[in-house]
């Protein structure tokens, strides 16, 4: 049986780490990682939360987006450039259609504002950016899942994690877990909405 951290939609960077990765992504796990052990060694990370593996396996189950990914995902071969895109545009659209699980909004829409309420008293700009949790595409080409940056209020937030969640199925993503023989349908995606902060 899971441990109900392990069900959980929102994790802050500080309470993740290396171990993390099947739960948050690759990526979130690292910087968790790096904020918990090398920030008193003056390592900086700019603030923020994982939108976990589980949050995404909710959002496709309670959206009833299973049966229709299924049926999308039929016969694709990767050796077939025009079917990938095709299939990789119908499978996003049906997120980008689907109705968003209150819950999950909520989550999201509290941490959000909490991590505001850390930096400012009012709405702030965050990058919502994918985070691969699927062990086999963690080698994969950088750029395969979108990323979102400058988004400002809670709106803006919930279609950045939205977007995200449909990116699992670009069609660059989609030739590569077929090359790789991952089923897209049973893979996961995990996000990271995280403060931006200026280059300088």
Not at 101 to 127: D, H
Request: contains cysteine.
């Amino acid at each position: 049986m899971a441990s109900s951290r392990e069900r959980r939609f929102i994790l802050w960077f500080e309470e993740i780490g290396a171990d993390d990765a099947p739960l948050v992504g690759g990526k979130n796990a690292l910087q968790g990682e790096v904020m918990r052990h090398l920030g008193r060694h003056g390592a900086r990370v700019p603030p923020g939360f994982a939108v976990t593996a589980p949050a995404y396996r909710h959002f496709v189950r309670e959206a009833g987006l299973l049966p229709d990914l299924k049926r999308v995902m039929s016969g694709l071969d990767h050796r077939d450039p025009e079917g990938v895109a095709l299939r990789a545009k119908q499978a996003r659209d049906l997120f980008l259609r689907a109705k968003f699980p209150s819950n999950l909004e909520g989550e999201i829409t509290k941490a959000y504002w909490k991590l505001c309420s850390r930096r400012s008293s009012g709405a702030i700009p965050v990058a919502v950016r994918s985070s691969v949790v699927q062990e086999q595409l963690s080698e994969s080409p950088v750029g395969l899942h979108d990323s979102f940056l400058n988004l400002k209020g809670e709106y803006a937030v919930i279609d950045g994690c939205r977007s995200c969640f449909a990116s699992l199925f670009t069609a660059r993503a989609l030739t590569e877990m077929a090359a790789r023989r991952i089923d897209p349908v049973s893979s996961v995606l995990a996000l990271s909405v995280q403060q931006m902060v200026r280059s300088d």
